[in-house]
């Protein structure tokens, strides 16, 4: 019964994940506003910068693998590959995570001493949607991070955890 | 015993052990390389800004990694990686005999991940503001730093490099560390699960 709880547990937790990967993906890419001032019209879209697109790919590579590990049998030896590759994708959220975070942070800040002005005030739309694709990609993060310390524990099954 | 597959009876070292010394040795070098060349990077330069008439305006102008938040983190984040090695690789060599008392082998997995993440984090943040410095940014019209601060960059560049060798180092500790927490897990709960009925 507790093993089927756990079970249960692990596989909402899968789900969150990839609901929340798909919505930090759709709402980066979907982020778009145009502005313009005298005569000028910029258009601010997500593949302006590198570490957006870097964001987005990331983001759907965790989409399509969790939705992958969601059908994955319960008695399949790949559990134990799912453990490296859990690990592998928690590195690559983080680290589109802090590239993105990096970015938009210049961007609403500026950074004097290299001369960037901060682009916010010109278009704060495509700026609130960046900023919501990062929450959602930061509860991504966590959700992994738990679903990594799960996946570790359902393979090596500490002896410790292990009710005997 | 079961228990002792991790280390030989008698407490000699397996080949994971020295395995997983010689990769965190590797990693606390390159970790700490990337923080000491990031932390030290600095170059002030004299640059004409303007001209008034015939006479050019200058300004003493300093790149230093403490006005980008994503290098200060980057140096940060690897100087804690080290220091989480140096711990590791302490703990590894003074303190063979209770390698598998209690939560030990697999609180080292555990945190070997987390340090594994931070690292990529911290490399990742820092190599795309490179990017931005290399190649600036038309759309954001930031323009670049890299033509008039070049030793700057290629220090950057080279704590970059080290850093993302630390990157790999660190996921190739872990996938140790979690073999060794399963090897000794597995054969203790087989032997439990035959010795009760």
């Known amino acids: 019964m507790v093993k089927l709880t756990k079970r249960i547990g692990a596989l909402v937790l899968r789900l969150a994940a990839f609901g929340a990967a798909l919505a930090a993906l759709i709402v980066m890419v979907t982020s778009r506003e145009r502005a313009s001032f005298f005569a000028v019209s910029l258009e601010a879209k997500y593949t302006d910068m590198a570490a957006f697109k870097y964001f987005v790919i990331a983001n759907a590579v965790v989409s399509v693998y969790s939705f992958l590990v969601l059908f994955l049998p319960k008695e399949s030896l790949l559990w134990k590959f799912v453990v490296v590759l859990d690990l592998v994708m928690t590195m690559l959220l983080t680290s589109s995570l802090s590239a993105a975070l990096a970015v938009a942070q210049v961007g609403k800040k500026g950074n004097a001493n290299a001369g960037w002005l901060p682009i916010c005030g010109q278009v704060p739309k495509f700026c609130d949607q960046v900023t919501g694709a990062l929450i959602a990609g930061f509860v991504a993060l966590v959700l992994y991070v738990l679903l990594l310390l799960y996946s570790l524990h359902s393979v090596v099954d500490p002896f410790l955890l292990q009710k005997s | ?197």
Request: glycine share 6%; charged share 15%; with cysteine.
């Open chain 2, 1 to 197: 015993m079961p228990r002792e597959k991790v280390l030989l009876a008698g407490g000699g070292t397996t080949k994971s052990w020295k395995l997983l010394l010689a990769l965190r040795i590797l990693a606390i070098i390159a970790t700490l390389a990337a923080a000491i060349v990031m932390g030290l990077n600095k170059e002030t330069k004299t640059l004409v800004v303007a001209t008034i008439g015939t006479i050019p305006v200058k300004a003493t102008l300093t790149a230093k990694f403490q006005d980008t938040p994503a290098f200060v983190f980057f140096v940060i984040a690897n100087v804690m990686v080290s220091f989480h090695n140096l711990l590791m690789i302490a703990l590894q060599i003074f303190s063979r005999k209770l390698e598998y008392k209690g939560f030990r082998l697999l609180s080292v997995a555990i945190l070997d991940m987390l340090n594994a993440t931070l690292v990529s984090a911290a490399a990742n943040g820092a190599v795309f503001i490179a990017e931005l410095g290399k190649n600036g940014n038309k759309h954001a019209k930031w323009n670049k730093v890299c033509d008039r601060f070049s030793t700057y960059c290629d220090h950057g560049r080279g704590a970059l490099i080290a850093a993302f060798s630390g990157v790999l180092l660190m996921l190739l500790v872990s996938a140790v560390s979690i073999y060794r927490l399963s090897i000794n897990s597995n054969k203790f709960s087989n032997a439990a699960a035959v010795a009760s009925p």
